[in-house]
T-cell receptor, first 114, second 111 residues
Framework: DVKVTQSSRYLVKRTGEKVFLECVQD?????MFWYRQDPGLGLRLIYF???????EKGDIPEGYSVSREKKERFSLILESASTNQTSMYLC?????????????FGNGTRLTVT | DQQVKQNSPSLSVQEGRISILNCDYT??????FLWYKKYPAEGPTFLIS?????DKNEDGRFTVFLNKSAKHLSLHIVPSQPGDSAVYFC??????????FGTGTRLTIIP
């Protein structure tokens, strides 16, 4: 069974802090994704990575960066946290290729920026 | 610009009846459509998908219908069970790994 683990369930940070959200998957998936979920807006893609050290911007990359140094780990970085980044953050992974790609999600990290 | 829309934020259905969740999209180039289900404090899980070349796909109690001319898809759950209470997201892609999600519909099954 695929397991995607996000290191924190809840985080509270102050405005201006640098924030790291960590995600690890155990199924040797090539692709990894970071989404945020907000009421009325659904899930929006921030960044994704299709290989180690590779990354591609999603729909809302502003204010975020990512790091993928190892295949199983994908980190989301908020360089200077702001209150509008308060949200639920969801990491996902999948195999590469094919027309139907099923994402496997972690349980999410609820980040509050005060 | 929301390319995938779920216009009903919530839906309540009696246990045993049919639940119908709707989704509209704007881009006719979408290749596959998927439904995900999300319980509180958990990540979304894949439920069912349909190719743009089909108009129906069935899996047990779940059936997805696609109406390309109307750019509309729907998820039917029959019969509805209390464990179906969750938030449902429709999603679509262009035949690659990037999914575009809708805004979600919270389904509540009333015992």
């Amino acid at each position: 069974d695929v397991k995607v683990t996000q290191s924190s369930r809840y985080l509270v940070k102050r405005t201006g802090e640098k924030v790291f959200l960590e995600c690890v998957q155990d199924m040797d998936h090539e692709n990894m994704f970071w989404y945020r979920q907000d009421p009325g807006l659904g899930l929006r893609l921030i960044y994704f990575s299709y290989d180690v050290k590779m990354k591609e911007k999603g729909d809302i990359p502003e204010g975020y960066s990512v790091s993928r140094e190892k295949k199983e780990r994908f980190s989301l970085i908020l360089e200077s946290a702001s209150t509008n980044q308060t949200s639920m953050y969801l990491c996902a992974s999948s195999f590469k290729g094919g027309r139907v790609v099923t994402l496997h999600f972690g349980n999410g990290t609820r980040l509050t920026v005060t | 610009d929301q390319q995938v829309k779920q216009n009903s934020p919530s839906l309540s259905v009696q246990e045993g009846r049919i639940s119908i969740l709707n989704c509209d999209y704007t881009n006719s180039m979408f290749d596959y459509f998927l439904w995900y289900k999300k319980y509180p404090a958990e990540g979304p899980t894949f439920l069912i998908s349909i190719s743009s070349i089909k108009d129906k796909n069935e899996d047990g109690r779940f059936t997805v219908f696609l109406n390309k001319s109307a750019k509309h898809l729907s998820l039917h759950i029959v019969p509805s069970q209390p464990g179906d209470s969750a938030v449902y997201f429709c999603a679509s892609n262009f035949g690659n790994e990037k999914l575009t999600f809708g805004t979600g519909t919270r389904l509540t099954i009333i015992p």
